[in-house]
C-alpha cells in the first residue's frame, strides 16, 4: 500500500440494516479523481467513510498511510471533506472565525490560528473578507469559504461531495478555476460529468457496485449512454419512462 494513496481493503457497510458496500477494495493514487453515480448509488456514502465521518462495519480506509478510523487528529490533517451545502458546513458568524476554527483544532492556540486565517485570506486575496459575516455573503462566496478553511489546514487530499449542486454557471466555473489549481489530491463526487473529461480517472457507482473504473474516455461515454436510455426507460426510482420522439432513443 503506497503512503500516497487513498486506500480501501476489504470495507463492508451496511444501509438500512441491509448490505451495501461488500468487501470493497481499491487504491487511489491519481491526482484528479471523479466519483458518479445516480443519487442512491453511494457516492455520498463512500466519500463520508473516506473523510472518516461513517466508519464501516469491516475493513480498513488509509488515507496518504493514516487509518482514518484509529487515529482522527491525524485524519483530520490528511483529508479535507467539504460538502454540497456549504450551510451545512459554516459554523461561525465571521468568515475568519471559520477559517481558524481548524487551524486553532490542529495547534490549541488561538492566537495563532487566528492569525494564520488571516494570512491563509491574504494568500487567496480576500484578507477584505476577514471580518465580513459568512451568512451575508453568496452562496458561491460561502463555497469558497468552506474551500478555504480546509485548504488552510493543508490536508493531503481534498473530498468534495457535490459541492457545486445549485449554482449558476459562471460561479460553478470560477470554483472550478479554484479547484484545479488545488496541489493536493482531489476526490470529486458529482453529476456534472463533462468537467470530469480531463481528470485521471473516474469511479462509477451503483448501488454499492463499481459498475467502471478507469480514464475518463473508458468510462464515461458508457456512462451517458446509459443515463440517456433511463430517460425513455421504465425506472424504480422515476417511474414510466418518456415516450421517445424520432431519433431520440436508439
Known amino acids: 500500500m503506497m503512503n500516497n494513496a487513498i486506500v480501501l481493503d476489504g470495507v463492508n457497510h451496511q444501509l438500512n440494516d441491509k448490505p451495501f ?10 491526482k484528479r479523481i471523479g ?36 487515529d482522527r487528529k491525524k485524519a483530520i490533517e490528511t483529508i479535507g471533506l467539504i460538502f454540497q451545502n456549504p450551510d451545512h458546513q459554516i459554523i461561525f458568524p465571521t468568515v475568519e472565525e471559520e477559517i481558524a476554527f481548524g487551524l486553532e483544532s490542529l495547534s490549541g492556540n488561538r492566537k495563532q490560528a487566528r492569525e494564520g486565517a488571516r494570512s491563509f485570506l491574504a494568500s487567496f486575496g480576500r484578507l477584505d473578507w476577514a471580518e465580513r459575516g459568512t451568512f451575508t455573503l453568496s452562496q458561491g462566496q460561502r463555497h469558497l469559504v468552506c474551500l478555504m478553511a480546509v485548504l488552510a489546514m493543508q490536508p493531503k487530499a481534498v473530498l468534495l461531495d457535490e459541492p457545486f449542486a445549485g449554482l449558476d454557471w459562471p460561479t460553478t466555473r470560477r470554483l472550478y478555476h479554484w479547484l484545479d489549481g488545488l496541489e493536493q489530491q482531489v476526490v470529486l463526487v458529482t453529476h456534472d460529468i463533462d468537467h470530469l473529461e480531463s481528470y485521471d480517472r473516474i ?3 451503483e448501488k454499492g457496485q463499481l459498475i467502471a473504473d478507469g480514464a475518463p474516455a473508458d468510462v464515461l461515454p458508457a456512462y451517458r449512454e446509459k443515463m440517456e436510455r433511463l430517460v425513455f426507460s421504465d425506472d424504480e426510482i422515476l417511474g414510466p419512462g418518456l415516450p421517445a420522439t424520432n431519433g431520440e432513443q436508439g
Open 21 to 30: 458496500f461488500k468487501d470493497l477494495s481499491i487504491e487511489l493514487r491519481e
Open 35 to 70: 466519483l458518479i453515480g445516480r443519487n442512491g448509488s453511494g457516492k455520498s456514502t463512500l466519500a463520508r467513510m473516506i473523510s472518516g465521518l461513517i466508519e464501516p462495519e469491516a475493513g480498513e480506509i488509509r488515507v496518504h498511510g493514516v487509518d482514518i478510523a484509529k
Open 203 to 205: 469511479l462509477w457507482l
